[in-house]
């Protein structure tokens, strides 16, 4: 069974940093595609940073140069690096992971929250001003 685990989410103050870990275990799969999303209450839940098993990053323009997303395959483990975090409504941060689609598929701006099989349970971020 694969079976997705966010941690590392809180409140922060505008201009802070965090960074979320999702353990991914239970794969199999020898390529993959694994994505950051982000959910508000009351709207759609979208995505906004990708890596595949070939280590090709993506990052939407709207937190290019201040998140960065990574994998360690060793620990089994995704992380979003957060920085100049700017205020906003509480929200839910996703981890997603799945065998597929295709490497030159696994995008931001190509993926939706139908691409994915495995999710993790979110975790709630808060930027306070």
């Known amino acids: 069974e694969v079976t997705l685990v966010e941690s590392g989410g809180g409140s922060v103050h505008a201009g802070g940093s965090l960074t979320l870990s999702c353990v991914v275990s239970?794969?199999?799969?020898?390529?993959?595609?694994m994505a950051w999303f982000r959910q508000v209450p009351g709207k759609r839940r979208e995505a906004f940073a990708t890596i595949n098993d070939d280590e090709m990053t993506t990052i939407a323009d709207s937190v290019k140069g201040r998140f960065a997303v990574s994998q360690d395959n060793a620990k089994k483990t995704l992380y979003l690096q957060m920085n100049d975090l700017t205020p906003e409504a509480p929200a839910n941060y996703y981890c997603a992971a799945d065998g597929w689609p295709p490497r030159d598929e696994c995008g931001w701006n190509t993926t939706t929250y139908m691409t994915f099989g495995y999710w993790g349970r979110g975790i709630q971020v808060t930027v306070s001003s």
């Open positions: 239970g794969y199999r799969w020898q390529s993959w595609c």
